[in-house]
Protein backbone atom coordinates (compact mmCIF):
# COMPACT_ATOMS: atom_id res chain seq x y z
CA UNK A 1 0.00 0.00 0.00
CA UNK A 2 3.00 2.37 0.77
CA UNK A 3 4.52 1.88 -2.35
CA UNK A 4 1.21 2.54 -4.51
CA UNK A 5 1.10 5.58 -2.65
CA UNK A 6 4.82 6.43 -3.42
CA UNK A 7 4.69 5.72 -6.96
CA UNK A 8 1.62 7.43 -6.94
CA UNK A 9 3.23 10.36 -5.66
CA UNK A 10 6.69 10.35 -8.19
CA UNK A 11 4.21 9.50 -11.02
CA UNK A 12 2.19 12.02 -10.77
CA UNK A 13 4.39 15.00 -8.81
CA UNK A 14 4.03 17.43 -10.79
CA UNK A 15 0.12 16.45 -10.49
CA UNK A 16 0.26 16.29 -6.65
CA UNK A 17 1.55 19.66 -6.47
CA UNK A 18 -1.61 20.67 -5.83
CA UNK A 19 -3.14 21.48 -2.50
CA UNK A 20 -6.08 19.01 -2.67
CA UNK A 21 -3.85 16.54 -3.87
CA UNK A 22 -1.18 16.95 -1.56
CA UNK A 23 -3.80 16.51 1.49
CA UNK A 24 -5.20 13.59 0.19
CA UNK A 25 -1.86 12.22 0.88
CA UNK A 26 -0.99 13.64 3.61
CA UNK A 27 -4.82 11.90 4.97
CA UNK A 28 -3.83 8.79 3.20
CA UNK A 29 -0.47 8.13 5.23
CA UNK A 30 -2.14 8.93 8.25
CA UNK A 31 -4.28 5.63 7.76
CA UNK A 32 -1.58 3.81 6.83
CA UNK A 33 0.03 4.42 9.95
CA UNK A 34 -3.37 3.95 12.15
CA UNK A 35 -3.54 0.47 10.15
CA UNK A 36 0.01 -0.72 10.94
CA UNK A 37 -0.72 -0.09 14.45
CA UNK A 38 -4.49 -1.96 14.13
CA UNK A 39 -1.88 -4.65 12.52
CA UNK A 40 0.42 -4.70 15.77
CA UNK A 41 -2.67 -4.48 18.08
CA UNK A 42 -3.52 -8.31 19.46
CA UNK A 43 -6.09 -8.05 22.27
CA UNK A 44 -7.01 -11.82 22.30
CA UNK A 45 -5.68 -14.13 24.28
CA UNK A 46 -2.33 -15.78 24.39
CA UNK A 47 -1.43 -12.60 22.24
CA UNK A 48 -3.56 -13.15 19.25
CA UNK A 49 -5.49 -10.74 17.34
CA UNK A 50 -9.24 -10.80 18.84
CA UNK A 51 -12.62 -10.32 16.84
CA UNK A 52 -12.15 -6.44 17.35
CA UNK A 53 -8.83 -6.09 16.18
CA UNK A 54 -9.38 -7.63 13.03
CA UNK A 55 -12.89 -4.96 12.31
CA UNK A 56 -10.66 -2.07 13.40
CA UNK A 57 -7.95 -3.81 10.77
CA UNK A 58 -11.34 -3.95 8.22
CA UNK A 59 -12.46 -0.71 8.85
CA UNK A 60 -9.07 1.37 8.33
CA UNK A 61 -8.72 -0.42 5.27
CA UNK A 62 -12.13 0.61 3.97
CA UNK A 63 -11.00 4.07 4.93
CA UNK A 64 -7.87 3.64 2.86
CA UNK A 65 -9.35 2.35 -0.20
CA UNK A 66 -11.99 5.02 0.22
CA UNK A 67 -9.41 7.72 0.40
CA UNK A 68 -6.99 5.99 -2.17
CA UNK A 69 -10.69 6.45 -4.49
CA UNK A 70 -10.56 10.12 -3.99
CA UNK A 71 -6.94 10.27 -4.24
CA UNK A 72 -7.42 9.04 -8.39
CA UNK A 73 -10.48 10.99 -8.46
CA UNK A 74 -7.93 13.95 -8.27
CA UNK A 75 -5.41 12.87 -10.28
CA UNK A 76 -8.30 12.09 -12.70
CA UNK A 77 -9.69 15.81 -12.53
CA UNK A 78 -5.98 17.05 -12.71
CA UNK A 79 -5.63 14.82 -15.95
CA UNK A 80 -9.10 16.19 -17.11
CA UNK A 81 -7.86 19.80 -16.36
CA UNK A 82 -4.28 19.49 -17.78
CA UNK A 83 -6.22 18.50 -20.91
CA UNK A 84 -8.06 21.07 -20.93
CA UNK A 85 -5.85 23.40 -20.83
CA UNK A 86 -3.55 21.27 -23.65
CA UNK A 87 -6.61 21.79 -25.80
CA UNK A 88 -6.85 25.62 -25.29
CA UNK A 89 -3.22 25.65 -26.26
CA UNK A 90 -3.51 23.09 -28.83
CA UNK A 91 -6.36 25.47 -29.88
CA UNK A 92 -4.32 28.63 -29.96
CA UNK A 93 -1.46 26.85 -31.81
CA UNK A 94 -4.24 25.90 -34.63
CA UNK A 95 -5.43 29.73 -34.82
CA UNK A 96 -1.96 31.57 -34.47
CA UNK A 97 -0.91 29.06 -37.57
CA UNK A 98 -4.19 29.97 -39.72
CA UNK A 99 -3.38 33.50 -38.97
CA UNK A 100 0.19 33.14 -39.99
CA UNK A 101 -0.29 31.40 -42.38
CA UNK A 102 -3.06 33.82 -43.98
CA UNK A 103 -0.08 36.15 -43.91
CA UNK A 104 1.88 33.88 -45.80
CA UNK A 105 -0.45 33.94 -48.40
CA UNK A 106 -1.07 37.52 -48.40
CA UNK A 107 2.71 38.21 -48.74
CA UNK A 108 3.09 35.71 -51.42
CA UNK A 109 0.89 37.34 -53.47
CA UNK A 110 2.41 40.89 -52.62
CA UNK A 111 5.47 39.04 -53.46
CA UNK A 112 4.27 38.17 -56.74
CA UNK A 113 2.78 41.46 -57.91
CA UNK A 114 5.83 43.08 -56.97
CA UNK A 115 7.73 40.18 -59.56
CA UNK A 116 4.94 41.39 -61.91
CA UNK A 117 5.48 44.79 -61.39
CA UNK A 118 9.56 44.25 -61.53
CA UNK A 119 8.71 42.39 -65.01
CA UNK A 120 7.10 44.84 -66.51
CA UNK A 121 9.29 47.54 -65.44
CA UNK A 122 12.14 45.73 -66.34
CA UNK A 123 10.81 45.28 -70.35
CA UNK A 124 10.17 48.86 -69.97
CA UNK A 125 13.92 49.34 -69.08
CA UNK A 126 14.98 47.29 -71.76
CA UNK A 127 12.78 49.08 -74.24
CA UNK A 128 13.91 52.52 -73.27
CA UNK A 129 17.43 51.60 -73.34
CA UNK A 130 16.61 49.94 -76.93
CA UNK A 131 15.11 53.16 -77.60
CA UNK A 132 18.39 55.02 -76.71
CA UNK A 133 20.39 53.02 -78.66
CA UNK A 134 18.29 53.46 -81.45
CA UNK A 135 18.05 57.32 -81.27
CA UNK A 136 21.74 57.16 -80.65
CA UNK A 137 21.91 55.40 -83.72
CA UNK A 138 19.45 57.93 -85.69
CA UNK A 139 21.96 60.69 -84.08
CA UNK A 140 24.64 59.37 -85.38
CA UNK A 141 23.23 58.12 -89.06
CA UNK A 142 22.21 62.25 -88.91
CA UNK A 143 25.51 63.57 -87.90
CA UNK A 144 26.96 61.07 -91.03
CA UNK A 145 24.39 62.33 -93.19
CA UNK A 146 25.06 66.32 -92.11
CA UNK A 147 28.94 65.71 -92.43
CA UNK A 148 28.52 63.99 -95.67
CA UNK A 149 26.31 66.61 -97.25
CA UNK A 150 28.10 69.91 -95.96
CA UNK A 151 31.08 67.95 -97.40
CA UNK A 152 29.05 67.45 -100.95
CA UNK A 153 27.60 71.29 -100.57
CA UNK A 154 31.32 72.83 -100.02
CA UNK A 155 32.48 70.80 -102.99
CA UNK A 156 29.74 71.62 -105.07
CA UNK A 157 29.90 75.30 -103.92
CA UNK A 158 33.77 75.45 -104.91
CA UNK A 159 32.58 73.81 -108.05
CA UNK A 160 29.70 76.69 -108.86
CA UNK A 161 32.35 78.99 -107.86
CA UNK A 162 34.43 77.60 -109.97
CA UNK A 163 31.93 77.57 -112.94
CA UNK A 164 31.12 81.23 -111.73
CA UNK A 165 34.54 82.45 -112.82
CA UNK A 166 34.87 80.48 -116.04
CA UNK A 167 31.80 81.93 -116.80
CA UNK A 168 32.60 85.57 -115.64
CA UNK A 169 35.82 84.66 -117.96
CA UNK A 170 34.35 83.55 -120.82
CA UNK A 171 32.05 86.88 -120.78
CA UNK A 172 34.85 89.29 -120.49
Not at 47 to 59: F, R, S, V, Y
Not at 76 to 100: A, M, V
Amino acid sequence: MNKLVLFLFVSFGSIAQSDRLSELIDERKILYAEWNEALDKKSGFFGKQNKDDLEEINTVLKKIIKKDNEIIKAIEDSKLNQYGSLQEKFNQLIDENEQLSKQKNAMERKLLVEKEYQNANHSQIERAEGDKILVGLLCLLFIIITIVLFRNLSKTRKKLRALEGIIKNSKL
